[in-house]
């Protein structure tokens, strides 16, 4: 600073700010000047470096504070969830569409989502939904319309699809020889030009939208009977909607938020997904009176058929008394489209990764299910079982809640379950009525917490026994000797006919015209009769008060039973030791019940109604109630038809069906 | 030239500090408003508004609860801490108006209330609701461990923890889940990655850290500070079971790849053993847990816990380790009583206690005495024919609640050392030949009793 000495000698400028005036006026006060400046100075530094120091202490403690606050209570697992669809801003979709003999595969955006090349699969017309907002694939169906009524099922699918959906369809090998004019029109009415004269061996794609434009159509002709349309591979785009248009505009509500995930994903569910007036999906049955089975878990058992599942749980939450949150459905496998039907109806579902084959597998997931619903609920003392192609009663939980305290209270006791073997339209007649059986149905039923802990879940077979489960619970081992109890009239109805072990036929021979009760709040008969010792009486009662019918008729023909009402009749046959079921086997099979396998006996006796009066049947010598038998009578005997071919297979693979 | 410097250095440097001045500002209000908006204004003496703030925000989220029927109770440390110094008077005066806000007013950051998972039903209403009185809401989520030690189950995550945050206080409402031990159990709060890690200082919330398990409480309807809210019906021995409620899952992940190593042994022996080992240990359990005798998992049966989250079926025996502070003359009669005869008993209360029990045909109970020295825990062991003495040394532990076999029991939070020492770096290697004097690796040999104590020391029945 002491080099720098203003001149005073120096002549004002002539240019001299007001500025330079003051400053130089100051200068002769020296002194203070000096000090001043130093001051100003000093005090700037000081400023700068508090300013940054601050600056970095407000960055530390919010860093830490950031460090400090998360610590601990991160996740371990680095979050790899990835949107699994990646939003496509994309307008436009490119869609491939391949029809032939051999193959047939439809690729969307460069992602293939029908391939099928299998032999001797898949033949017929494919149908794919997809989002026309989205382009999600949300269904996918094939009809093997070279058989008959198939068409009838693909007329029934495309009436449910909603309006504004893409659909494609694809012909593998043949799809046109049991093509009725209907779905011909339907076809026509989506816009396709060549459908109403598609015919044998025709190959054949098209896309469209539903009640809308057609994005394209491609048709390869046979040329002979004897040969096949050249392969015809359609390249098309199809614009995409708006996501607000592709969707209906209910009111918001929970429920509706729901039904909206569910209706933008998947298709072929009918009115749950109508913009006007859907149908509901929350059903507020009555609740029951002193109910003994609200805290029961209730166990769903499902595989991949999500419409199965869907009606079922219709059913299920319609049942009055039924406590949604006891429910947990447990999917075996990674199936997205039952996981969405679950998520419709705000239950709670569980997927389970399948670890072995066909039946074995099954068991697993059996096992699985179990476990984790007495882990779910450790306080239940007992669990429901139902399996996903069942219709419930409507007094399903009425009927477990009369009965339940039996199965806690009587050792004898195996399970309670919904379902009669025996329980045809022409064989059940009372709904209050219930048995005891030695065999265990399935099928909807009560599971004690005991049994499976103590005996079941440590000894269950293992992946590589390839075992039903049912038919190993049905083991003496297992059994020890206990029984079931089950209703005259079943309270489920087997609707499944695509199943591991079932077919069309089947199901039509044995399932279909099954009993099934609809009357609401039945008021279970005597149910304390159904205890150990009191059953028996209970027998020995109806065997005194029963009629012995004329064993010199024939017991198949429908005069064997007098045309009367509410009467008690018993016959006798032959049986002689325990395992002895010839005969019948034989009267089952004429009296068209359940004659695969022996079920619904109890010490050598039958129960079940005929011509509306109950029908006592009594094997001789082997049953304890033989003793009944006047002696005057001798026990029918039937010779069972020589043996055909493979008449022996059929019961085992049916059998195994009843789970 | 020097003067234009020197001018230009002051202008430069006002400018600087201007600039300064100006960014500090800056900085100091945005500072500010984060502090009071999103995060929480750390009062550090309590001024009134910032109390009654507490009390409204705790009332508040009553009447949330309350409207959508959802029945929670009070678990906050703090607030139980000072009930329970007044739980007679609230007690015997459940309506009495106070004339002061003594307990919801203290200061804190959070509430925390319980809510029992079964007792609701998970609802959306209830965070509109919230949305609407202003709460603002965090959701955690993660695995059920209910499925966790079932092969390949996946369910939905379920809830955990929830957070309601109004103005400077916030809710903690944690979740408890019944599990298959007959208690209660809730889970660690972990956040993903997108979470906001500011929402609240979660470091100060009270549970949460680890996961817990507690005894299913007895509640009492209480009015405090104008408010009714249930509390445990004994807050103080609540708070005794918060401090060591720890509770740690088995390594089922482990175990299952163990089990496709070593597949289980599924004859109807092994079936049987278990059977029998698991109502020995619930009737051992039962009988401890009555005289208020803590005890843990101990050799073989917490190895078969630790590895394979299940008993070992060739092991024989069921184990358990009490401390012997916790030694009482009771435990013996008791035993008895409930059936199982003193098999032998050996060393004494001031060295190398150890009790045997006959079980149930062959299964034999177990229970070893553990020294506390400075550095390490022991427990002695003694070969009756010779008096040879022998002395199992451990690292120090401490005791964490699990569940096994259908029951909730402790083990050595750090199991793996405690199983490291008694069985080695091997111990994921069945070993059917296991000799008690020799195969461990943390055996010492401990000098021999004398011979006229024999009588006392090595009872044989």
Sequence with gaps: ?659 | MQKINRNVVLALLSLTSLVFLLFQLCYYKFYLSQKNGAAFFKARGSQSGQDSTRWHVVRKFLGLISSHNIPVYLIDPLILGLVDKDIEHIRSSPDGPSPECKYFCAPRDFTTFALLDKTWKHEVGLFRTAEKMGFQWLKIINKDPRLDGMDDLSGMEIPLHYIFKLASHAIHLVVFYERSGNFLWHGPLRLKQHMDRKFVPFRKLHFGRYPGAYEKPELLLVSIDDLKVQIPKNPSSFLEEMSHSRFLECRYREARAFIQLYPDDASLDAVEFRKKAKSLLHLAALTLNNLGVKFWLSSGTCLGWYRQCNVIPHSKDVDLGIFIRDYKADIIPAFQRAGLLLKHKFGKVEDSLELSFQGEDDVKLDIFFFYEEDDHIWNGGTQAKSGKKFKYLFPKFTLCWTEFVDLKVRVPCETLQYVEANYGPEWKVPVKMWDWKSSPSNVQDNGVWPVDEWDDVIQIY
């Design chain 1, 1 to 659: 600073m002491d080099e720098w000495k203003p001149n005073p000698a120096v002549k004002p400028h002539k240019k001299r700010s007001w500025y330079l005036a003051w400053k130089y006026k100051l200068m002769n006060q020296r002194a203070l000047r000096k000090l001043c400046q130093t001051g100003a100075v000093l005090f700037l530094l000081v400023t700068v470096i508090v300013n940054i120091k601050l600056i970095l202490d407000t960055r530390r403690a919010a860093y830490e504070e950031e460090e400090e606050s998360a610590q601990d209570y991160d996740d371990e697992m680095l979050n790899v969830e990835v949107p699994r669809h990646p939003i496509n801003n994309k307008k436009v979709l490119d869609v491939e569409v391949y029809s032939s003999r051999s193959k047939v595969y439809v690729a969307v955006d460069g992602t293939t989502v029908l391939e099928d090349e299998a032999r001797e699969q898949g033949r017929g017309i494919h149908v794919i939904v997809l989002n026309q907002a989205t382009g999600h694939v949300m269904a996918k169906r094939v009809f093997d319309t070279y058989s008959p009524h198939e068409d009838e099922a693909m007329v029934l699918f495309l009436n449910m699809v909603a309006r504004g959906r893409i659909l494609i369809f694809t012909i593998k090998d043949e799809g046109s020889f049991h093509l009725k004019e209907t779905a011909k029109n339907v076809l026509k009415s989506l816009g396709s030009q060549v459908a109403p004269f598609l015919s044998w061996r025709d190959m054949w794609t098209f896309v469209g939208k539903k009640g809308g434009e057609v994005y394209g159509e491609k048709h390869a002709k046979s040329p002979a009977l004897s040969t096949w349309g050249d392969p015809v591979l359609l390249k098309t785009e199809v614009h995409l909607t708006s996501v607000e248009d592709a969707e209906c505009h209910w009111p918001d509500t929970e429920l509706n938020r729901r039904r909206k995930r569910f209706c933008s994903k998947v298709e072929g569910y009918g009115s749950v997904c109508s913009c006007k007036d859907p149908t509901p999906i929350e059903f507020n049955p009555d609740p029951l009176k002193d109910n003994k089975v609200f805290d029961v878990p209730v166990a769903v058992i499902a595989g991949n058929r999500p419409n199965y599942l869907y009606r079922m749980l219709r059913s299920l939450l319609s049942a009055q008394g039924v406590n949604p949150q006891m429910i947990t459905v447990f999917i075996d496998g990674y199936y997205e489209e039952p996981m969405d039907v679950v998520e419709l109806f705000g239950l709670s579902g569980i997927q389970h990764t399948p670890i072995s084959i066909k039946n074995a597998r099954v068991s697993q997931h059996y096992k699985a299910s179990l476990t984790a619903t007495f882990n779910l609920f450790p306080d239940a003392k007992f669990a429901v079982v139902l399996e996903e192609d069942l219709d419930i009663s409507v007094d399903f939980f009425s009927f477990l809640s009369q009965s339940i305290h039996l199965l806690e209270e009587d050792e004898s006791l195996y399970c309670i379950s919904a379902w009669n073997d025996q329980g045809y339209e022409h064989t059940a007649e009372d709904p209050s009525l219930l048995y005891r059986v030695e065999t265990m149905p399935g099928l909807g039923w009560v599971l004690r917490k005991s049994l499976y802990k103590d005996e079941l879940e440590p000894k269950w077979p293992t992946p590589e026994k390839l075992w039903d489960w049912d038919m190993w619970m049905r083991m003496p081992e297992q059994r020890k000797g206990r029984e079931c109890i089950i209703p005259d009239i079943s309270r489920s109805y087997h609707f499944g006919i695509v199943g591991l072990n079932m077919n069309g036929y089947f199901h039509e021979a044995y399932f279909k015209k099954h009993k099934f009760n609809t009357v609401p709040n039945v008021q279970l008969k005597n149910v304390e009769s159904l205890r150990k010792d009191n059953y028996e009486t209970e027998i020995h009662r109806l065997l005194g008060e029963a009629e012995v019918l004329d064993h010199n008729k024939n017991p198949c023909e429908d005069s064997f039973v007098p045309d009367t009402e509410g009467k008690v009749y018993v016959m006798f046959i032959r049986m002689e030791q325990e395992a002895d079921f010839t005969t019948w086997t034989q009267l089952a099979k004429c009296l068209h019940i359940w004659d695969l396998d022996v079920r619904g006996n109890h010490k050598g006796l039958w129960r079940l109604f005929r011509k509306k009066n109950h029908f006592l049947v009594v094997g001789v010598p082997a049953s304890p109630y033989s003793s009944k038998k006047p002696s005057s009578v001798t026990p029918i005997y039937m010779e069972p038809p020589a043996k055909e071919e493979g008449a022996v297979a059929v019961p085992a693979v049916a059998a195994a069906e009843q789970t």
